[in-house]
T-cell receptor, first 117, second 115 residues
Framework: AQSVAQPEDQVNVAEGNPLTVKCTYS??????LFWYVQYPNRGLQFLLK??????LVKGSYGFEAEFNKSQTSFHLKKPSALVSDSALYFC???????????????FGSGTRLLVRP | GAVVSQHPSWVICKSGTSVKIECRSL??????MFWYRQFPKQSLMLMAT?????????EQGVEKDKFLINHASLTLSTLTVTSAHPEDSSFYIC???????????FGEGSRLTVL
């Protein structure tokens, strides 16, 4: 079964410092991995995805993620955090286990990022 | 980018009434839409997959008679919470599958509060 794990409920960083939000995955076959951000009482906004190709994926708002096959990880990173980055971040994997699941996503539990001024 | 609109954003209703939430793809046709439920401080739980012109596919444990899904056109799917009770209070989010590379686009969510 496909699954993703986000081991940290919350990540705290100071503005200007680099940030990392962790995600590990378990899939059969090649993984399709995604990161989304959610602000309070809002839907999800797409940040980036990994399908194939370069292991370092660049996305929206200065975020990037590194796909590491040997460690089955897809950690989200940003070189310099902003207070406005404070939000809930979800890692997701595409579920390929059922017929019409081509674009059905399985989400991790979410990690709350708090960037302090 | 593609836009998915949900309406209403907020709804408060009395216990026992039914509430309809709409999910519209504004600038693209969506043959498939997904409905999620999110509890406070928790992840998104997929409720059902909605396919245009056919019956929705519900995830295990989701009552199809309780959560009625209709996908009558390529731009509209509706979720109706029937005979709502306080435990149905939640944040409901839809997503629509775009036609180009199948990327998913999410609505802004609808917060339901049942008194």
């Amino acid at each position: 079964a496909q699954s993703v794990a986000q081991p940290e409920d919350q990540v705290n960083v100071a503005e200007g410092n680099p940030l990392t939000v962790k995600c590990t995955y378990s899939v059969s076959g090649n993984p399709y991995l995604f990161w989304y951000v959610q602000y309070p009482n809002r839907g999800l906004q797409f940040l980036l995805k990994y399908i194939t190709g370069d292991n370092l994926v660049k996305g929206s708002y200065g975020f990037e993620a590194e796909f590491n096959k040997s460690q089955t990880s897809f950690h989200l990173k940003k070189p310099s955090a902003l207070v406005s980055d404070s939000a809930l971040y979800f890692c997701a994997v595409r579920d390929i286990s059922s017929m019409d699941s081509s674009y059905k996503l399985i989400f991790g539990s979410g990690t709350r990022l708090l960037v302090r001024p | 980018g593609a836009v998915v609109s949900q309406h209403p954003s907020w709804v408060i209703c009395k216990s026992g009434t039914s509430v309809k939430i709409e999910c519209r793809s504004l600038d693209f046709q969506a043959t498939t839409m997904f409905w999620y439920r999110q509890f406070p401080k928790q992840s998104l739980m997929l409720m059902a997959t909605s396919n245009e012109g056919s019956k929705a596919t519900y995830e295990q444990g989701v009552e199809k008679d309780k959560f009625l899904i209709n996908h009558a056109s390529l731009t509209l799917s509706t979720l109706t919470v029937t005979s709502a009770h306080p435990e149905d209070s939640s944040f409901y989010i839809c997503s629509a599958r775009g036609t180009a590379n199948g990327e998913l686009f999410f609505g802004e969510g609808s917060r339901l509060t049942v008194l």
